[in-house]
């Protein structure tokens, strides 16, 4: 469907990323181009019994449509959550956009899998929801990741950074947008501008690692790490995986990479070995870019990570690093603000994803939307 391209579409968006953190929901205003106003936006953790069935069903090894009710149902509790804090009624709102959570994503396969019940959240909510953002463009031979580039875009049109710029967005895996210098508002509507692919492991295995080694779900404030060194053979062992010779576009699934290099070492040693891999596989997506990144600003978890931050500045040979804030940007709202973003798009039939962002022979819409319910 298309809509009237000066309409301001009142949207919130929905995120639960790999790394099984929680559910991030934010108000966006925008028309799906150029135009945006970010709202509030807020965190809802997951329950750890929650977290623990999520991280079981990766992989598409357990049923999920009992943990696909609790998934969606707390999404459901998330809107109205931002509702309340934003003093709107579902009635002001026109869409949501969910993603939904990731349990599988082999785009060689053709398969991509992300699980929430989209007609029960518009029920619940009263919002009509689009979700199965990623499904078409692996459908028709693209990778389905990354699907945020043409947000960041839009993000770095509005607060008019210099250009080309890097993007890094480390969550559960880590993936980077390229926004060329020729990319000026709206421009590039086929994707020029862009180039956007996955560059290696993000927080998962970091938090896979300390909780099998201490029972917590992640390393707070890169404490492990710090105390740790970085085993040189386990890192080039790590790095010498096949997926870092391949081309863009390309992308991962969560459970992509094999920890065993480092399951000799010492806590600290591994963590701050798997820091350093993070780190090391985003600075190799730099021999793919048309032109050196003038900066990198970065998003998701793992900006929060001091330990990470820093072995990113010592990766990347003095290149800027900043993070989301620097600049203006909420990186914990980021994702949740760019499928808002997205659903308005769809609504809207603009495209999603682009030849340089995920491989897709064309430009290509996707999305499917779920209505209301009629009172």
Same mark, same amino acid.
């Given at each position: 469907?298309?809509?009237?391209?000066?309409?301001?579409?009142?949207?919130?968006?929905?995120?639960?990323?790999?790394?099984?953190?929680?559910? @991030?929901?934010?108000?966006?205003?925008?028309?799906?181009?150029?135009?945006?106003?970010?709202?509030?936006?807020?965190?809802?953790?997951?329950? #750890?019994?929650?977290?623990?069935?999520?991280?079981?069903?990766?992989?598409?090894?357990?049923?999920?449509?009992?943990?696909?009710?609790?998934?969606?149902?707390?999404?459901?509790?998330?809107?109205?959550?931002?509702?309340?804090?934003?003093?709107?009624?579902?009635?002001?709102? @026109?869409?949501?956009?969910?993603?939904?959570?990731?349990?599988?994503?082999?785009?060689?396969?053709?398969?991509?899998?992300?699980?929430?019940?989209?007609?029960?959240?518009?029920?619940?909510?009263?919002?009509?929801?689009?979700? @199965?953002?990623?499904?078409?463009?692996?459908?028709?031979?693209?990778?389905?990741?990354?699907?945020?580039?043409?947000?960041?875009?839009?993000?770095?049109?509005?607060?008019?950074?210099?250009?080309?710029?890097?993007?890094?967005?480390?969550?559960?895996?880590? %993936?980077?947008?390229?926004?060329?210098?020729?990319?000026?508002?709206?421009?590039?509507? %086929?994707?020029?501008?862009?180039?956007?692919? +996955?560059?290696?492991?993000? %927080?998962?295995?970091?938090?896979?690692?300390?909780?099998?080694?201490?029972?917590?779900?992640? @390393?707070? +404030?890169?404490?492990?790490?710090?105390?740790?060194?970085?085993?040189?053979?386990?890192?080039?062992?790590?790095?010498?995986?096949?997926?870092?010779?391949?081309?863009?576009?390309?992308?991962? +699934?969560?459970?992509?990479?094999?920890?065993?290099?480092?399951?000799?070492?010492?806590?600290?040693?591994?963590?701050?070995?798997?820091?350093?891999?993070?780190?090391?596989?985003?600075?190799?997506?730099?021999?793919?870019?048309?032109?050196?990144?003038?900066?990198?600003?970065?998003?998701?978890?793992?900006?929060?990570?001091?330990?990470?931050?820093?072995?990113?500045?010592?990766?990347?040979?003095?290149?800027?690093?900043?993070?989301?804030?620097?600049?203006?940007? +909420?990186?914990?709202?980021?994702?949740?603000?760019?499928?808002?973003?997205?659903?308005?798009?769809?609504?809207?039939?603009?495209?999603?994803?682009?030849?340089?962002?995920?491989?897709?022979?064309?430009?290509?819409?996707?999305?499917?939307?779920?209505? #209301?319910?009629?009172?």
């Amino acid at each position: 469907m298309s809509g009237d391209s000066t309409r301001l579409w009142r949207a919130i968006g929905m995120m639960s990323g790999t790394s099984l953190d929680g559910v @991030d929901a934010a108000l966006v205003e925008t028309d799906g181009e150029g135009r945006m106003r970010a709202g509030p936006a807020l965190t809802i953790p997951y329950e #750890k019994s929650l977290r623990e069935r999520l991280r079981r069903a990766l992989g598409g090894r357990h049923p999920v449509k009992a943990i696909e009710r609790s998934l969606t149902l707390a999404h459901a509790e998330a809107v109205a959550a931002l509702l309340k804090q934003s003093g709107c009624a579902a009635a002001d709102i @026109d869409l949501i956009g969910f993603h939904g959570q990731t349990i599988v994503h082999r785009p060689e396969d053709r398969v991509t899998w992300q699980i929430g019940d989209a007609a029960l959240l518009a029920a619940r909510t009263r919002i009509g929801v689009v979700a @199965d953002f990623r499904s078409a463009d692996v459908a028709a031979g693209g990778q389905g990741a990354p699907f945020v580039p043409v947000f960041h875009r839009a993000l770095a049109s509005a607060t008019e950074l210099e250009r080309p710029l890097a993007v890094l967005n480390i969550g559960g895996v880590a %993936n980077v947008t390229w926004i060329g210098p020729s990319g000026i508002g709206t421009s590039g509507s %086929n994707g020029e501008d862009l180039l956007a692919f +996955d560059t290696g492991p993000g %927080n998962a295995l970091i938090d896979d690692w300390m909780l099998a080694r201490t029972g917590q779900p992640r @390393d707070e +404030d890169g404490a492990c790490a710090a105390r740790g060194r970085v085993d040189r053979a386990a890192l080039d062992r790590l790095l010498g995986h096949e997926y870092f010779a391949r081309r863009p576009p390309k992308s991962l +699934d969560r459970n992509a990479f094999d920890p065993a290099p480092v399951e000799k070492l010492s806590t600290e040693n591994g963590a701050a070995t798997l820091v350093r891999f993070t780190a090391e596989a985003a600075a190799l997506a730099r021999r793919h870019f048309p032109q050196a990144a003038r900066q990198w600003i970065v998003t998701g978890g793992g900006r929060r990570n001091p330990s990470l931050m820093a072995a990113l500045r010592e990766a990347m040979d003095g290149a800027p690093i900043r993070a989301a804030e620097e600049v203006g940007w +909420d990186g914990d709202a980021l994702e949740a603000q760019a499928f808002a973003y997205l659903a308005v798009r769809s609504r809207r039939g603009l495209p999603l994803s682009f030849p340089t962002t995920t491989g897709v022979r064309a430009p290509m819409q996707g999305g499917r939307f779920f209505a #209301k319910p009629v009172a």
